[in-house]
């Protein structure tokens, strides 16, 4: 028996196929061990000894691999074919050995770059040893990103209040999108003219020309300045009635195809043309390599997706040639095939570049097969796959010159025409924050000392722009072309980010919060080291040295860690005084930049004396009155645009509504870290000012002086029920409004105000049993029907996030499964996970007695809307583990 291991079940379902009788394949579901999220799980101090454990769902894999293999004649570990690959083979070796099961078993490892029977036929063809330098390159990698994690987060922790996390990478990234916004902020738009002049050749085809020239001199970008010179500029113009061409310049130029896609230029054109985030594209990537049904064969439909390669396989090459030739034309095929080498730093061009493992298998004959993501994926990476081995685009480039008689008046208008489209018949490679280019703006044909008759003179006002905020596909391209972070990782990278709220996506576009830019700022004024970019991609460029086999793993580390803790140790003695003083230096700009009218910006609105400044507390970074406690004046972070609201329209500071005719006292709208609310008073001498939120459906900007003090009258009683005599009241809470009789609790929701909601209304809804909302939520859609009992699988958004549900069973979506591109098979295999794990429950609690708390709490199920309740203390956030891998 000879028994496989591959990483998923649709790899090994697929390879299974191939492989026939005498062949056992198994799945490990990924990694099967990792460093523990505890402090000691990699040792400096013991050469770098590293602490590994099973993950609870590994378990069970590892168990059924083991009992295979002890049967067995020969292992083959089929996974991935790069460093991460290796490291799983290495992993599932190194329990085998310790579980005795490797006696007299023959261990080999194979590797292939797609999932085809050739391919995975002529790899077992080819057997060989682990790469020991690869897996001694994952384990730098590895510790690496641990030791970061779990030595800068508590510092973090300690120091700045509020922050998640830190890691190796992903606070390089951060630093990027962070720089980038402050470039924006300081950015000083300046105006500058432009002026467009339409022309008539003798025959009358019409055509538009810019001014280059003034008094025979050259104009810069800047030159005409103000509308006033603009003015000038055309009335002269205006006044010379005579022009003819003086001079035609014609050249042809090549337009080359671009090479067959790579990781990181699979992910930024997934995102220019696809709308594709760079997890979803790695994603819907993977399902695309690992096996797909066509034709009710499963066969992979592109090679390995993690690579930095661009080369095809000669094989590849043959037939994309041939197939252009049969489906475009001998015309659009060069006569030598394009040789392609990768300009990405780093580059270790160990793999293919990602194409179809067929050329042939055309996008329109498989598309029926295929998921709308499946489908749209392939057809991009087939479309930039072939390309690439086609023809150069010809173009013909025109720039016509205009003068006056006396030359003082110059113009200049261009053009171009595709004379031959070659590649571009068939794909067109996309930019980011490109202006459009000329191509097909064809010029009427005219030549030296034509007189052209002058049309329409349009001035135009045009102003500089700030550098543009980093998408998805320009972030992943600045990384690359600084040598940070591999391809394989940036769309973890990303995704980790975003879940640390540390920057948000907005129309596609990174916006770094504030909480990121305090992080940011941190790091940069105490470990400015560990975030410079030169830093980051050198020590890159040595976990490539180590997968080479040129330097040793340990080494590396040494010298990494000697610095580094040094610089941890360094901070302990850091006041928060201190920490406090280079945040404000460092954000003062941002958070408090020149006012229009000239008033300072740091002048407490308050009390009209202290200076605001960055303060820190219990749940991170604000901003507070120096005159504290006698002022107590603070607001979130955010930046005031002069009139109490930050660049959206929201209140950032205190908006004093009024006063209290029955007290005197002053109402305001303020911001907290759970949303806004109106407050009566200012708290002073120690007293808690009353305080209500705003509930939904109440804009913050235009709430009233009126409209806050029925809100701050609160607890409101409706009236006596008529059953039992006992008061309904009704409030706001911590969930929103809701009325309270004795014990029991309703939400106030749709059309029901909790500030008119009458008894009638009242007691109904006191009538209604508790439904977590009284109404059955509506699936995103339906998945399809079960086999068992051909009820309908459904989607459905729940409070925990998306899940899945059929005949009461409900099962959260893991991380890694988007609810946009979850199958019928993952849905049922997760349900019937779900369904074996509540079987065990209630076996194992049958002996017990049964606890009444406990059952309670266990009877809550994932993804059901919850009841409401009467308003709770907020409890502190939990501590997130560091995060230790990118």
């Not at 008046?409 to 595709?418: D, I, M, N």
């Amino acid at each position: 028996m000879n028994v496989v291991i591959v990483e998923s079940p649709a790899k090994a379902k697929t390879i299974n196929k191939y492989l026939g009788k005498g062949f056992k394949v198994l799945a490990s579901y990924g990694h099967v061990r990792d460093l523990p999220p505890k402090d000691g799980s990699v040792r400096p101090d013991e050469h770098f000894a590293m602490s590994w454990e099973i993950a609870g769902k590994a378990e069970k894999r590892l168990k059924e691999i083991t009992q295979a293999v002890k049967g067995a004649d020969h292992v083959y570990l089929a996974t991935d074919p790069d460093r991460e690959g290796e490291a799983i083979s290495w992993h599932i070796q190194e329990v085998l050995k310790h579980r005795k099961a490797l006696k007299g078993v023959d261990v080999k490892r194979v590797v292939f770059n797609e999932v085809t029977k050739s391919a995975v036929l002529d790899a077992f063809r080819q057997p060989r040893e682990l790469n020991r330098e690869l897996v001694e390159a994952y384990l730098a990698r590895r510790a690496l990103d641990y030791l970061v994690g779990f030595t800068l987060s508590p510092v973090l922790w300690r120091k700045l209040p509020g922050s998640r996390s830190a890691g190796r990478v992903q606070s390089v990234a951060l630093r990027l999108i962070c720089e980038r916004e402050s470039e924006i902020e300081a950015f000083k738009p300046r105006e500058y003219w432009t002026i467009e002049v339409e022309f008539a050749t003798p025959s009358g085809e019409r055509f538009t020309a810019r001014l280059t020239h003034l008094d025979g001199k050259r104009l810069d970008k800047f030159d005409i300045g103000n509308e006033a010179a603009a003015r000038a500029a055309a009335e002269r113009i205006l006044r010379q009635q005579s022009y003819a061409v003086a001079a035609v310049e014609k050249k042809q130029i090549r337009r080359n195809p671009p090479p067959p896609f790579t990781t990181s230029t699979l992910q930024q054109e997934a995102s220019r043309k696809l709308g594709f985030g760079a997890s979803r594209t790695m994603r819907v990537a993977q399902r695309l390599y690992e096996g797909v049904d066509i034709f009710g064969e499963t066969v992979g439909l592109i090679t390995y997706m993690r690579t930095d390669g661009v080369a095809m396989s000669a094989e590849a090459v043959a037939a994309a040639r041939r197939l252009i030739d049969s489906r475009y034309g001998a015309n659009y095929r060069p006569d030598e095939p394009r040789v392609y080498k990768t300009q990405a730093k780093n580059a270790q061009e160990a793999h293919e570049a990602i194409r179809p493992t067929d050329l042939f298998g055309i996008p329109e004959k498989i598309g029926r097969d295929l998921e709308p993501d499946q489908l749209a994926l392939y057809e991009l990476i087939w479309k930039r796959a072939v390309a690439s081995q086609m023809s150069s685009a010809v173009i013909d480039q025109v720039a016509v010159d205009i003068a006056s008689p006396d030359r003082a008046l110059q113009f200049r208008a261009t053009g171009s025409t595709v004379v031959f489209d070659g590649f571009l018949t068939l794909y067109r490679e996309d930019e980011d924050d490109t202006e459009e280019d000329e191509e097909n703006r064809r010029l009427p044909p005219v030549k030296e000392r034509d007189a052209l008759t002058r049309g329409k003179v349009d001035p135009q006002q045009h102003f500089t722009q700030p550098p543009p905020r980093y998408s998805e596909a320009s972030l992943v391209k600045k990384l690359e072309e600084l040598g940070i972070g591999r391809p394989s990782t940036y769309a973890s990278i990303l995704q980790v980010l975003q879940d640390r709220k540390y920057v948000r996506l907005d129309k596609k576009r990174f916006i770094p919060e504030d909480r990121g830019r305090v992080v940011t700022a941190f790091l940069e004024s105490f470990f400015e080291r560990y975030v410079e970019y030169n830093f980051t991609a050198d020590l890159e460029n040595k976990l490539d040295d180590i997968a080479d086999g040129h330097v040793s793993w340990r080494k590396v580390l040494e010298d990494f860690w000697r610095d580094f803790s040094a610089a941890v140790t360094g901070t302990k003695d850091l006041s928060i005084s201190q920490v406090i003083d280079a945040l404000d230096e460092d954000l003062g700009p941002h958070f408090f930049p020149p006012q229009p009218d000239g008033r300072d910006p740091r002048l407490c609105p308050g009390c009209g004396v202290g200076r605001l400044s960055l303060k820190l507390g219990k749940f991170g970074a604000f901003i507070g009155c120096s005159s504290y406690p006698e002022c107590r004046y603070t607001r979130p972070l955010a930046v005031e645009n002069g009139n109490g609201e930050n660049g959206s329209g929201e209140a950032v500071g205190p908006r004093e509504l009024g006063n209290d005719p029955a007290t005197g006292l002053p109402v305001s709208l303020r911001k907290g870290p759970y949303g806004y609310y109106v407050q009566l008073g200012q708290g002073d001498e120690g007293e808690k000012p009353k305080r209500v939120s705003l509930p939904k459906g109440v804009s913050p900007a235009e709430i009233t002086l009126e409209q806050a003090l029925k809100l701050l009258s609160l607890p409101r009683e409706v009236g006596v029920h008529p059953v039992d005599g006992k008061k309904i009241v009704a409030a706001i809470g911590r969930f929103g409004p809701y009325i309270k009789h004795g014990d029991e609790f309703r939400s106030i929701r749709g059309d029901d105000d909790v500030l008119t909601i009458g008894i009638n209304r009242a007691v109904s809804l006191l009538a209604e049993p508790k439904k977590g909302g009284g109404r059955t939520p509506k699936p995103l859609r339906v998945l399809g029907n079960h086999p068992a009992d051909a009820a309908p699988v459904n989607l459905f958004s729940g409070r925990y996030g998306p899940y899945v549900s059929h005949g009461g069973v409900n099962a959260t979506l893991p991380r890694d499964i988007e609810p946009e591109t979850v199958t019928l098979e993952q849905a049922i295999e997760l349900l019937g996970a779900r369904s074996k794990g509540k079987g065990k429950a209630k076996a194992a609690a049958r002996p017990e007695k049964p606890k009444p708390a406990p059952a309670a709490k266990s009877a809550k199920k994932k993804g059901q809307p919850s009841r409401a309740k009467a308003p709770a203390r907020k409890k502190g956030p939990a501590k997130e583990t560091p995060e230790a891998a990118e």
